[in-house]
């Protein structure tokens, strides 16, 4: 068996990347390292028991360059007996629709129809043709960008489905196993400008610290990354045992509790609002920056006040917690539409999906309270209805000289800003007189002189 096919096999072998029986998809953009790996696991399929679907995304980023590429992949798969799968995707479009770059969009966008096609055929892995030097690179691009261990642990051999067998492979034996093998893979001229980061860091910084510093830079950063995974995975652990307590889905929002985040560990901290964050969908991650002023919003921000985040994602501080949601996703509240009750009669507040019941009763009332109140009948000299809060809206609790502010009174009820315009008020002419649910007025205990009242009674639609 030839030695590199050996290094892969160890690999997979050591890492359980590939258990027999599996289906892999083979992620195949048509370059030296993607059609390597291809050709390596067609060759180890057999022994380790296998079998392979090819797949490759056009970015459209190259035009017909791209189509042809993706032309000659379908047409290798075909040559060596594999199914293959093909897909188009207008990534730069993408990528401003999301306010993303075009990097993070492909990034987003790879994996999305990689695990797609995974669940529709039932694959079990994706195998990626990652090797040393883009771990080099990328550990090394974290580092000069900035970021914690989650970066700086580079790539990992094996994350959930997404296996790298040729994680720990140089650049140079890759290529020479295209040359003994007569592989002739596509190479995209764009890898050899320096117009992103890792470019440069390939082309530039990488062959420059390793004639002057350290000639052997690639197998210290891979080392280091190994080291750092470890590590990594550790945190991982524990926080995802903060998270069990923490973190809450609430149907389109992702709730982070304010309830024991004192006294978490910083570390912990940041990580769970990470991890928040990355509950709404497949993002790339937050840099420290927004990390910290999601941080500092949790400790001083007031109730309400809105965050805006990467990925047109909200943060909102809300009463012992913060909301996460997509800014697109959440409509704004409806307002109740004024309308008068039924008298007698039954009113539906669509808005809510609630009821109130009208009667009038002669002889003794019984007792207001939240969910039903007597109003003096001689009282109500106007119509009667029901409508969402107005600017300046005061009413009159019961054991309180004066009148107080609804605005203050749902501040101290801690009914978030989001819902606080379903709240329903029932007013008589500028009056209000109950607040069904939430809290009886003073003319809800007003005796009537003719022993007449009307009976109103809140009731949850079926």
Known sequence: MNELLKVVKKTIEKYQMIVPGDLVIAAVSGGPDSLTMLHVLKELRICLNFKLHVAHVDHSFRGKEAVAEARWVKETAEKWNLPCTLTKVNVPAIAREKGISAQEAGHLIRKKFFLDLL?????????????????????????????????????????????????????QEIEAYCRTN????????????????????????????????????????????????????????????????????????????????????????????????????????????????????????????????????????????????????ISAPLRIAPRCLKIPGETLIPETGQRIMAEVREGAPGQSEKGKVYLPWEELVSEVYVRSRQAGDRFSPPGLAGTKKVKDFFREQKIPHGKREQVILVVVGAEIVWIPGLVVTKKCFLRSKKEKYLVLTLKNSP
């Open 119 to 171: 669940k529709k055929i039932g694959a079990q892995k994706i195998a990626l043709g990652h090797q040393a030097d883009d771990q080099a690179e990328t550990v090394l691009m974290h580092f000069l960008v900035g970021a914690g261990l989650e970066g700086l642990q580079g790539l990992v051999p094996q994350n959930g489905p997404l296996i790298r067998p040729l994680l720990f492979l140089r650049r």
């Open 182 to 329: 007569y592989l002739e893979p596509r190479r995209d001229p764009s890898n050899e400008q320096n117009i992103y980061l890792r470019n440069q860091i390939r082309n530039e910084v990488i062959p420059w610290l390793a004639e002057k510093i350290n000639p052997n830079l690639v197998e210290t950063l891979n080392r280091t990354a190994s080291i750092l995974q470890v590590e990594e995975d550790f945190l991982q652990q524990e926080t995802i045992k903060r998270a069990e307590k923490f973190i809450r889905i609430k149907g389109e929002k992702v709730s982070l509790s304010l309830t024991g985040w004192d006294v978490l560990h910083l570390g912990i901290q940041r990580r769970l609002i990470r991890w928040a964050y990355r509950k709404l969908g497949e993002k790339q991650g937050l840099a420290f920056d927004h990390v910290e002023k999601v941080g500092d919003l949790m400790q001083k921000g007031q109730v309400g006040k809105v965050l805006q985040l990467p990925g047109k994602i909200n943060a909102e501080k809300s009463y012992g917690e913060i909301l996460f949601y997509e800014r697109n996703n």
